[in-house]
């Protein structure tokens, strides 16, 4: 009975180490893939950033013409109302005319009143035929004519009468030429809000279409945001990872080794480009193309009054390849020291495709050679070990063997 009970508990006690082992097994990280991840979703996110700034472009191309059609709109609305003032103008005019020529009615009805009632004198007269011909006249054309028929009318009101017809003629075409005119404003009026109308309609499709953009702009700043956080958790797991490796080689070699403990730091913000390899110091007392007696310094020297024992971090991702970490001679010197080669402590990083960076004077290095590192990631502290007269980050920069100015790259 109790030699069944210790068998269950053994096989119960197995059982937990094979799930236990199967769990570590199953979360075992994987640096390849997570490099690979991570170069994809960089990749994925330069195609987001260019079509955000095709989209940015796209937005300014339409805020302009936007610009044009208001302009066109306001133009055109001027105009309209240009052409309303005229029609307007137009028609006083036209009134003004027909006034006249209700005058001008007015005062030959006076005067074939008065012609009348001399006709009718006449009558008393005695010339019957006559009178009865003129009173029976439909109008006063008719009138004139019969009027002129007879010799009875006077030349006097002859003459008055042609000529206030003839006034009232000249008003007429007047008159008509006003109306024509304003016929034409009016067409011409018509023709602009046609016009005003279509590009209404264009402004509205263009304001649409600035709206889409917008839209679209956002999703691809949210995507961006989104990517950003798939880097991070990435590189954190990274972090993770190279912190459990850290640990379990200190615990099997012990305390001894690097002159500094692994501290391995991260840009929590993953950068596309290159990242400056002494945050908070810039200051630059040599440049690549500085003269250095038979040949170009080809380097940047970082210094300033507070930089020794500054943070130095990947200026990009890559594989540690070289260190140096048995210089001693952490100080100003006028002659090297020979360490390194000269360059004393020192870390080399091989970006791949052809790249790689050269941190040299150091006073710790925290990384070593085969580790993966980040842009960003610490891996060691500006010193003065090497060749070098004060503390300062020699920073060197080389594609395909041949040094080119680091600064190319920000
Ligand atoms: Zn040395
Ligand atoms: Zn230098």
New binding site residues.
């Given amino acids: 009975m109790a030699g069944s009970f210790k068998k269950t508990v053994a096989i119960l006690i197995s059982l937990l180490i094979a799930f236990s082992a199967a769990a570590i097994q199953s979360s075992a990280f994987d640096e390849e893939e997570n490099s690979r991840q991570r170069a994809e979703l960089k990749e994925e996110n330069s195609e987001i950033k260019e079509e955000l700034s095709e989209t940015n472009k796209a937005i300014k191309d339409k805020e302009n013409e936007a610009k044009k059609l208001q302009q066109q709109i306001s133009e055109l609305s001027e105009k309209i109302k240009n052409s309303n003032q005229k029609i307007k103008n137009l028609n006083d005019r036209i009134v003004e005319k027909q006034k006249e020529i209700d005058e001008k009615l007015k005062a030959i009805e006076d005067r074939l009143d008065y012609l009348r009632k001399r006709l009718r004198a006449i009558y008393m007269q005695g010339d019957t035929s006559s009178l009865e011909i003129i009173l029976g006249a439909k109008d006063f054309s008719d009138f004139v004519d019969k009027a002129e028929m007879m010799q009875s009318i006077s030349d006097y009101d002859n003459k008055l009468i042609n000529s206030l017809q003839s006034k009232m003629k000249t008003i007429s075409t007047e008159q008509a030429k006003l109306k024509a005119d304003k016929k034409t404003v009016e067409e011409e009026k018509e023709a602009l809000q046609k016009n005003l109308k279509k590009i209404n309609t264009l402004n509205e499709q263009n304001t649409e279409l600035i709206k889409e953009l917008n839209t679209k702009k956002s999703t691809l700043e949210q995507k961006i945001e989104n990517n950003k956080n798939r880097q991070n958790e990435l590189l954190k797991a990274l972090q993770a990872y190279n912190k459990e490796l850290a640990q379990k080689a200190k615990e099997s070699a012990g305390e001894s080794g690097d002159v500094y403990s692994d501290e391995t730091e991260y840009v929590v913000e993953p950068t596309d480009g290159y990242v400056w390899p002494c945050p908070g110091h810039t200051y630059l007392t040599s440049t690549f193309d500085e003269w250095r007696g038979a040949n170009n310094h080809g380097a940047l020297d970082i210094a300033d009054g507070s930089i020794y024992g500054a943070k130095v971090v990947a200026c990009y991702e890559g594989t540690v390849f070289s260190t140096c970490t048995t210089?001693?001679?952490d100080y100003g010197k006028y002659s090297s020291?020979?360490?390194?080669g000269g360059y004393?402590n020192y870390v080399m990083i091989d970006h791949g495709g052809g790249k790689i960076s050269i941190y040299g004077h150091l006073s710790g290095v925290t990384v070593t050679p085969g580790q993966t590192v980040v842009g960003g990631q610490l891996i060691g502290y500006v010193g003065s070990?090497?060749y070098s007269t004060g503390p300062h980050l020699h920073f060197e920069t080389q594609y395909n063997g041949v040094r080119y100015d680091p600064l190319s790259e920000y």
């Avoid at 020291?337 to 390194?340: F, I």
């Fill in positions: 210089c001693e001679h020291c020979g360490c390194g004393g070990t090497g």
